[in-house]
């Protein structure tokens, strides 16, 4: 014969047990908060970084063009960005290694929170002698090369 304990003991099982699933339910929330916080903070920078990269390309890439020595005569090397981004700054160190060596380039913005992002790089200076001539060496007749692509579509 199965003897249960009287109403009373059981009474204080139930209430246990409730305080344990709200202690778990205290903690899981927590963690979430916890881990939504630290996937904000690090979104933000990866935001940030992104934003650094596309600067540090366009800068660069405006040193290529330009050439070292024609882009330290037209621009400045350091500054504020234009607006949207008037709250970065930049800096660019050029050094030459001698006459007919790379440039040494060192591209460095500085985002709104105080972080510094930087690339180096090596760019050859351009000879204004040695500009490409760019035409084609063979002039190209576009419509003969139509009226060539009509007729072959027209046989088949």
Not at 11 to 24: E, S, T
């Amino acid at each position: 014969m199965v003897t249960r304990p009287p109403f009373a003991a059981r009474r204080g099982f139930a209430l246990i047990d409730a305080i344990l699933g709200g202690l778990l339910l205290a903690f899981g929330l927590a963690a979430v908060v916890t881990l939504s916080q630290r996937c904000l903070v690090m979104l933000q920078r990866g935001e940030r970084e992104a934003m650094a990269s596309a600067l540090l390309d366009e800068l660069l890439g405006q040193v290529v063009t330009e050439g070292p020595v024609d882009f330290s005569r037209r621009r400045a090397v350091a500054g504020q960005f234009e607006a949207p981004w008037n709250d970065w700054s930049f800096a660019i160190d050029l050094s030459s290694n001698g006459e007919g060596d790379a440039w040494d380039v060192v591209a460095r913005v500085q985002d709104s929170n105080g972080v510094e992002h930087r690339c180096a790089t090596k760019v050859s200076a351009r000879n204004v002698n040695d500009e490409p001539e760019r035409k084609p060496e063979q002039p190209i007749d576009r419509k003969d090369r139509f009226e060539r692509k009509k007729e072959a579509m027209k046989n088949g």
